[in-house]
């Protein structure tokens, strides 16, 4: 008897740590891909939506993955939209190594440092475009390989090697015609809700390193589901900026919310991105 009762607690403890690799699994999926259906993970993963609805119920529970109701952009169908699933801070958080707190307490240490006021937030913002500099350096030689088409897929190659899970595709709403570039992950999205000097640089180099204007539509730092730039398919080069007005970010590229600023390259810190 005892050793059926060590072979059936086994069996449970196996069957246990099976079902936390597989609720990892749909969470890393919306990291990934952002704010997803049910469908759309059953559909990624190779399971049933039974399973995965008990999983997000698990996740839900456990204030990893929270549900929204889908933006619809254009015309609605009859009933309602399907519900989507998005990552929690706390869910982003078990992907994020624990350094926001460090990065936040250092950032803030320079402004104080410069006198707080100004001259303390330019101290951050020179701070920021040096640590993207570094960045862009790495990224440019992979861009520039590209064809001219192909450069927003390729930076988003180069941003996913670095932890940010990012994609390119075209923007499918009615506008002028471009590309989005996503941010699925944002590593430091907390020390970029208190310095969004963070994400304003990014934005630069993103507009430097694609040499052309882009605007932000929606960001993590900010709330959104995904952080998410518009990249024009023909436009004026750095520093002429094109008044034309962006599509919104496409569903479900974007989990972004109706507070959501667009913003120019040079503006997109100021609401965080």
């Avoid at 015609?177 to 208190?194: D, K, R, S």
């Avoid at 589901?225 to 990249?231: A, D, N, P």
């Amino acid at each position: 008897m005892k050793n059926v009762g060590g072979a059936a607690q086994g069996a449970a403890e196996e069957q246990t740590t099976g079902e936390r690799r597989t609720r990892t699994r749909v969470a890393r999926s919306i990291l990934n891909h952002g704010p997803s259906t049910a469908a759309d993970l059953a559909e990624r993963l190779g399971l049933t939506q039974a399973a995965v609805r008990r999983h997000l119920d698990a996740l839900v529970a456990e204030n990893v993955v929270e549900p929204r109701e889908q933006r619809v952009y254009g015309h609605r169908g009859r009933g309602r939209p399907a519900k989507v699933f998005a990552l929690t801070d706390c869910g982003r958080d078990s992907f994020d190594q624990a350094y926001d707190q460090l990065a936040a307490d250092a950032l803030r240490w320079i402004a104080q440092s410069a006198g707080d006021g100004e001259d303390g937030q330019a101290a951050v913002t020179a701070f920021a475009r040096a640590r993207v500099a570094a960045q862009a350096e790495r990224y440019r030689a992979i861009v520039d390989a590209a064809a001219p088409e192909d450069r927003a897929k390729a930076l988003a190659r180069a941003l996913s090697a670095d932890g940010y899970a990012a994609t390119a595709r075209s923007a499918s709403t009615p506008g002028p015609a471009g590309e989005q570039l996503c941010q699925h992950h944002c590593p430091v999205a907390h020390t970029a809700e208190q310095f969004p000097q963070l994400c304003e640089a990014e934005a630069e180099v993103f507009s430097r390193l694609l040499g052309t204007h882009v605007q932000r539509l929606a960001t993590i730092a900010h709330g959104d589901g995904v952080c998410t730039t518009f990249i024009p398919e023909t436009g004026p080069r750095t520093g002429q900026a094109d008044q034309a007005e962006p599509p919104r970010p496409a569903a479900p590229a974007s989990g972004a919310t109706d507070h959501a600023p667009s913003a120019t390259a040079s503006t997109s810190g100021r609401n965080p991105a």
